[in-house]
């Protein structure tokens, strides 16, 4: 069974950075690809990057392309979602999510399919 923890949010005022960090366990390569989604004001969460864990290929949702980026270490089996220069409509609660090994990744729409869930972070971006 996948287990996600999430550390790394915080406050920040605009234009700032943080870095994310989820843990996996037992292992990224128990996966077949970890994301993060948000959830801000809009009730409904929104798929905000995507790794596979196989071949390291990302996605971005077009409101973080540019911005965020997402990479995986593992040695560490630790996924990182660095976040530069973040803005008001950033904020929220960032949960990291993956997909169990053979249940072939789902995109960013896919969430209903991911099966493992981190308890979230919070991120706060003030002006």
């Known amino acids: 069974q996948v287990q996600l923890v999430e550390s790394g949010g915080g406050s920040v005022q605009v234009g700032g950075s943080l870095i994310l960090s989820c843990t996996v366990s037992?292992?990224?390569?128990?996966?077949?690809?970890t994301a993060w989604f948000r959830q801000g004001v809009d009730p409904v969460p929104e798929g905000v990057a995507i790794?596979?864990?196989?071949?390291?290929?990302?996605f971005y949702a077009d409101s973080v392309k540019g911005r965020f980026t997402l990479s995986q270490d593992k040695f560490t089996d630790t996924i990182y979602l660095r976040m530069d220069d973040l803005q008001p409509h950033d904020t929220g609660m960032y949960y990291c999510?993956?997909?169990?090994?053979?249940?072939?990744?789902?995109?960013?729409?896919?969430?209903?399919?991911?099966?493992?869930w981190g308890h979230g972070t919070q991120v706060t971006v003030s002006t």
């Open positions: 790794i596979n864990s196989d071949r390291y290929r990302t």
């Open positions: 999510a993956a997909a169990p090994l053979g249940s072939l990744c789902p995109g960013l729409s896919g969430r209903a399919r991911f099966k493992a």
């Open positions: 037992p292992s990224i390569s128990s996966t077949d690809c």
